[in-house]
């Protein structure tokens, strides 16, 4: 040994170290030992310190090995270790005399089996379940024709070719690409960052945001796809605002994403047809829509149509209703004659009696005593009581007067209003309106033609359209009007004087 003290104590052969030289050859020792190895056990405790170191435990049914992998290792690890996980681990054994202890110094994790990967991805899958992330009333709807879809895949397989291929022959969209990493230690955070970059983006911006995305991979191994099943990735899928689809391997895989996602597609060419509909079928649809909206219409304005013949058959016609009315004053119109003669007579009898009774002599005492009568009453009256009097009832029958042309504009304004009201519920309910949406009324000697056999019987026929009327035909001769009887003379009324 190099190392030793001086000489050694006389009567002892056995050499000293310090506590450094020993620390310094154990370190070699092991170190030059066993070199690089491959350790297999159960991961047990984990703790990463402040500086971003990571300490941990891979221990067996006996023994318990210590392991630290130092900050910038971290990033290379394919799996990261979590306790209770049965992992290989591969680095460099070596110790640290300060504490007197060995350690192995990891640089690569790698899960012992297919089995472990399964009890781990369980176990990630309950907790997340617990969380409430894979609750159906979390998930969003799809945007039925996305304007910009986002895909988070690698540019450089053929998923991306199959996603493009797929959306040209449906329905093209316009498509934001983010290039990742589809497996590998790189493929978590990748995957993660693109769908928080895609939310991130914002509406109408020079990068637009998508309405849409889709995380797309191919086929392959529980180790190939085990980037999609890391937490921070599920996490991510679970956060983003913009419905996703995820779509990674085949219809028989399944990764974490899938369960957090807003839709699962069997495969990548599925996700693109869930994306968009077809645009021919839509085509076609809105088109058989568009007809079944028109034979709608059609049918309803047959049917009222119907309607309204039906309706107008149980009306009474119009001579019908004017028959009793005109013969009413037919009635009158011969009784009022006879009347008015008998009224003038007994008012020229009424003149003459009070004629007989009035003499000059009688009038003149008449005149005479009624002056006097005034001239009696004019001497008993004062007229200043009376100005009052007058200015007062002057007053009052100003205010009257107020009150009264104010109530007389009011009540004008109300039955202005109402004849306002009353006349556009006559436009509404008058055949006017009809005429504006392309009906006409025929009419024959100002009667109604409402068939063909009616209209056949005419000569001339006058159309009323809403913009005026219209006569075709020939118009008859009008008939000669009816010679009035002489008008009998007046009874001699008499003079008066």
């Known amino acids: ?21 020993i620390s310094g050859e154990v370190k070699r020792t092991l170190e030059g030992t ?16 402040r500086s971003g170191h990571l300490y941990y435990d891979i221990k067996d049914d006996k023994n318990v090995l210590a392991c630290t992998t130092w900050k910038g290792q971290i990033s290379g690890l394919s799996v990261v270790p979590e306790e209770g996980l049965e992992v290989v681990v591969t680095g460099r054994l070596t110790a640290f005399g300060a504490q007197s202890k060995y350690n192995l110094n990891v640089d690569e994790v790698a899960v012992a089996g297919q089995g472990a990967l399964m009890a781990l991805l369980e176990k990630r899958k309950k907790q997340l379940e617990a ?52 497996q590998g230690s790189n493929c978590a955070p990748e995957v993660a960052n693109a769908i928080n970059g895609f939310n991130q983006l914002s509406p109408g911006g020079a990068l637009p945001r998508p309405d849409l995305i889709i995380v797309a991979r191919g086929g392959g191994s529980i180790e190939d796809l085990w980037g999609f099943n890391e937490e921070a990735v599920a996490r991510a899928a679970a956060a983003s605002e913009i419905p996703l689809i995820s779509a990674v391997g085949h219809e028989t895989d399944t990764t974490l994403i899938d369960f957090v996602s807003d839709r699962r597609a069997p495969t990548p060419t599925a996700a693109a047809e869930l ?47 004017l028959n009793s009315p005109r013969q009413r004053l037919d009635l009158i119109a011969d ?48 007229l200043r009581p009376i100005q009052r009097e007058i200015e007062v009832q002057r007053q009052t029958l100003s ?25 556009r519920l006559r436009e509404t309910l008058s055949y006017k309106a009809t005429l504006q949406r392309g009906y006409a009324v025929v009419r024959a000697d100002d009667q109604v033609i409402t068939t063909k056999k009616q209209a056949a019987k005419h000569d001339a026929l006058e159309i009323e359209f809403a913009d005026g009327m219209l006569t075709t035909g020939q118009p008859q001769a009008p008939r000669p009007a009816p010679k009035k009887s002489p008008k009998k003379d007046a009874p001699d009324q008499g003079s008066l004087f």
């Not at 066993?34 to 310190?49: T, Y």
């Not at 119907?306 to 149980?314: H, K």
């Not at 009257?400 to 202005?416: F, G, I, K, Q, V």
Request: net charge positive; charged share 30%; proline share 7%.
């Open 399 to 423: 205010r009257l007067s107020e009150r009264m042309s104010a109530a007389h504009t009011l009540r004008l304004d109300r039955m202005r209003q109402q004849l306002e009201a009353t006349d």
């Open 131 to 182: 969380e409430g992330l894979f609750a159906p009333e979390r998930k969003k709807p799809l945007p039925y024709l996305p304007q910009i879809i986002g895909v988070v895949t690698s540019p450089s397989g053929a998923v991306i070719r199959d996603i493009l291929h797929r959306l040209r022959d449906r329905f093209p969209r316009k498509v934001l690409i983010w290039p990742v990493a589809v």
């Open 1 to 21: 040994m190099s190392d030793l003290l001086d000489d050694p104590i006389p009567g002892q052969n056995t050499p000293e170290y310090t506590v450094s030289d």
């Open 335 to 382: 009784r009022l004659t006879p009347a008015l003669e008998r009224g003038v007579q007994n008012r020229q009898l009424q003149v003459v009696r009070l004629s007989a009774h009035l003499r000059p002599s009688t009038l003149r005492n008449l005149v005479s005593s009624r002056q006097e009568a005034a001239r009696n009453l004019s001497s008993r009256l004062s």
């Open 275 to 321: 994306a968009v509909p077809v645009r021919l079928e839509l085509l076609a649809w809105t088109g058989e829509q568009g007809a079944r909206l028109s034979r709608a219409a059609t049918d309803t304005v047959q049917r009222r149509s119907q309607r309204l013949r039906d309706l107008s058959r149980a009306l009474p016609r119009p001579d019908s209703l």
């Open 34 to 49: 066993f070199g690089r190895i491959r350790v297999r056990g159960e991961v047990g405790r984990v703790f990463k310190a």
